[in-house]
């Protein structure tokens, strides 16, 4: 168990510094009286999303910000998504309707959202692409903030945080924390400079910026990346002008996976792309994390055998969790989340174990997403 204290060693430090990141994070303020300026085309890939698609087109509706369109591209769905879009768009002319299907053959890519994201850009007037998912509610003021931030810090691309609403089952009490790190780990990391991670339900880039980097070229095999591994080639061509946009009036919310089968699909596809980034810095910390909870599994598990092992491994938890509730604790404050933390504790052997599971199928495996089997 050598092996495990010292990845203990280096994981709870890592935390800890994201810690210090997040805590340093000033919110940005909206400054009174500023006139909107800048055009943004919002696109929003779409498949299979009946249910949620006219509720996320009217929370962009209804916001204030008057330089928009909306972009919506129908990826080959199999339910009313496209007639709903299409009624909308009769009655707001800043709706556009893109059918994916009359671009990329179903057997052509295995990259559909990523197309479907390119398309819209070539077909969009804006100086500003927004990109967010057609299950997404978005803030009253989004698109001021953004507008707002672009003036004050000239970024070419800006992440911003998402969160999962309650539904009231363990599963999405689960979801919500696990989630929760991530977006406090990716608030800290690219405010920090380090651009480890983001999510495409509430991105912003500059189409020139977009164009730049050629697109999603390089990384357009993928099924996954068109939020993290398009941040880090704007990191590599931008150093200096990627930004979090740290504001709670700027959280993009999303119900989480309806059941444990889903949940677990969703994050094989997170997975997936973990090996695909250039920089050695990210894949290093992403296999640390890996192998500290495989290590803890297999101590867990040869625990039964030996007890001391069992006791060991059971103590390097307990530490890990404290040190984990420490860094959550600013994250859930910012989110409103407080309560939900009582729960963590009990999930962490939950968390362990998907973590070793998806990070393998991720790698070796193959997975199903919107109707669809990816390898």
């Not at 769905?77 to 893109?98: E, K, N």
């Not at 903030?145 to 009490?173: C, E, R, W």
């Not at 164009?211 to 061509?237: C, Q, R, T």
Request: one cysteine or more; a positive charge; glycine letters at 4%.
């Amino acid at each position: 168990m050598i092996i495990s204290g010292g990845l203990a060693a280096f994981y709870c430090c890592l935390i800890l510094i994201y810690r210090y990141w997040f805590k340093a994070l000033k919110p940005f303020q909206l400054p009174v009286g500023l006139n909107p300026s800048l055009f943004f085309s919002i696109i929003i890939p779409a498949r299979n999303e009946s249910v949620n698609i006219e509720k996320c087109i009217q929370s962009i509706l209804s916001q204030s910000y008057p330089l928009y369109e909306i972009i919506v591209v129908d990826d080959h769905s199999t339910d009313d998504t496209p007639l709903l879009v299409a009624q909308l768009a009769q009655q707001y002319p800043q709706i556009r309707l893109i059918q994916l299907k009359d671009y990329v053959d179903v057997q052509a890519t295995n990259s559909f959202k990523k197309k479907a994201i390119e398309i819209a850009v070539e077909k969009s007037t804006g100086s500003w692409i927004v990109t967010t998912d057609a299950d997404c509610l978005v803030p009253t003021n989004w698109l001021y903030y953004f507008n707002a931030m672009i003036l004050a810090k000239d970024p070419v691309f800006i992440a911003a945080p998402v969160m999962f609403t309650q539904n009231g089952h363990f599963s999405g009490v689960f979801q919500v924390l696990d989630f929760l790190s991530l977006q406090g780990i990716t608030a800290a990391a690219v405010s920090a400079g380090s651009h480890s991670m983001c999510n495409g339900a509430n991105l912003a880039y500059s189409k020139q910026a977009f164009e730049a980097v050629d697109k999603f070229k390089g990384i357009d095999h993928l099924a996954s990346g068109d939020d993290m591994l398009l941040m880090h080639k704007m990191k590599k061509k931008f150093p200096n002008r990627l930004a979090y946009l740290f504001s709670n009036e700027m959280i993009v919310s999303t119900s989480p996976m309806p059941d444990w089968t889903s949940f677990i699909q969703q994050r094989i596809r997170w997975a997936s792309k973990a090996d695909s980034y250039n920089d050695p810095k990210i894949f290093g910390v992403l296999l640390l994390v890996y192998l500290f909870n495989l290590v803890l599994l297999l101590g867990l598990i040869i625990g039964l055998f030996q007890f001391e092992i069992f006791v060991l491994t059971c103590l390097i938890i307990a530490v890990k969790t404290l040190i984990e509730l420490y860094f959550l604790l600013p994250v859930a404050r910012f989110f409103n989340l407080e309560k939900t933390l009582s729960y963590f504790p009990i999930m962490q052997l939950l968390h362990i174990t998907y973590t070793v599971v998806a990070g393998w199928l991720g790698k070796f495996g193959k997975y199903q997403w919107k109707n669809r089997t990816v390898r």
